[in-house]
DNA sequence: ACCTGAACACCGTTCAAGT
DNA sequence: ACCTGAACACCGTTCAAGT
């Protein structure tokens, strides 16, 4: 009856986690409740996770951060720095030959769908620290598509730092205006005649982005 | 002994719900803290907002976007829609005579500034919608800024969401550096060639934010 | 190594009761 | 109207124990 191996895994636990989040909300993981949909008692979740939730958070945002993240199936594990640069099977990154700016409106928008699918995890996100190996190829990508432009030093650095708040903030916003209006909404009338004017003016939120992003891109260039 | 009016306020509650915020973090505000910081049980909380800790994080975020609040004191209740525009006191408001850009300079200044200043209440504006009066006073602000530049139509709305994402995704950019580091952060190395060059430039976080909100705006111009 | 079960110190919220 | 006190159904996390 009592199994002692129930095939956890970190990932199998990420997953189920990021299920309970994008279904139910943020506030109904719980740790008895992925225990539950794990089938497994809450218990065992802390011999994978031994800092409790707030590591399982952690990791959360690491997920769903890593856009470029490989297939399901391989090994997680961080392996033994060796001596040679290479592994056998560990591919080197072909460069992606396109303009700096298409590789960054690709970025932009990855990010953006990353972010849309899991809106429900967004709040862990802001006191968590951009520095794990997926923020760091982010970066790289950042750097080298801004150095590209003809931007040098802290220009690249700042460019990097006002793209990046821009896909945040698009996301944010956008997320903002969905959901369900509060009880006694506050309504435009005579002492806001711009707002009421364009009440109702509404894009189409991708439309919306990239246009911001296109303006936003042409602005960083030297 | 037991005080059955003990001078509990909507104001008094949020104000003291946020210093409790800022000083321990989101997480440490809790109803039975927030009672014994008020001096009171912690149900008697629930006689001023009835729908509980939900419609007190309604009432935190409104109050921290309120960025043009009143001097406290002012009566803060709703008054019955009279007949009459006016109240007596209800002093007109004078329009702010420098240019649409300046204007937008300042708001953004200071709206970062609140945010900034209540930095661990961010999580909770992800999933709120800005619906509040004092939102629709910065809607009309940005609206009235940007048909002044010359824009029109969905354009001054599009404009006034790309400036709004970038000063809540600069914040958070900003509130992402700071804190302490993970347990294992990824640091550059020879695969990232521009993120190790760059590593170590750092720019004032305000001059970042004003450098990126000016070139922002210059794309926004018509 | 991996998981269980009981226990502890908390939570948010309801409800009847006090003044 | 405004606040209290007890109670309920949860939480996260610990610890010793099982296999």
């Known amino acids: 009856m009592s199994r002692n191996n129930a095939g956890l895994s970190t990932d199998r636990i990420i997953t189920e986690a990021l299920r309970i ?6 506030r109904r993981l719980t740790m008895r409740r992925l225990g539950d949909a794990l089938e497994v008692e809450a218990m065992a979740i802390y011999h994978h996770f031994p800092l409790g939730k707030e590591q399982l958070f952690d990791a959360i945002v690491a997920y769903i951060s890593d856009v470029f993240r490989r297939p399901a199936g ?14 056998a099977g560990d591919a080197e990154e072909a460069p992606d030959p396109r303009p700096w700016d298409e590789r960054l409106r690709t970025w932009a ?11 429900q995890a967004l709040p862990l996100f802001i006191h968590r620290r ?10 790289e990508l950042h750097y ?3 150095t590209e432009a003809g931007l040098s030093g802290a220009d690249v650095v700042q460019a990097a730092a006002v793209l990046d ?14 959901g369900l209006p509060a009880q006694h909404p506050a309504v435009p009338d005579g002492r806001f005649p711009h707002a009421s004017a364009l009440r109702g ?22």
């Open 74 to 87: 391989e090994d997680e594990q961080e392996d033994p720095p060796g001596e040679d640069g290479e592994e």
């Open 21 to 26: 989040i994008d279904g139910q909300g943020l």
């Open 165 to 178: 708040s821009y896909v945040t903030g698009a996301v944010i916003h956008e997320v903002r205006a969905d």
């Open 109 to 119: 928008l990855d990010y953006r769908r990353a972010l849309l699918d899991h809106a």
């Open 201 to 222: 003016v509404e894009l189409d939120p991708e439309h919306r982005f990239t246009r911001g992003l296109d303006s936003l891109l042409d602005s960083l260039r030297p």
């Open 144 to 146: 080298a598509a801004f």
């Open 130 to 139: 951009p520095d794990t190996e997926a923020a760091l190829r982010t970066r």
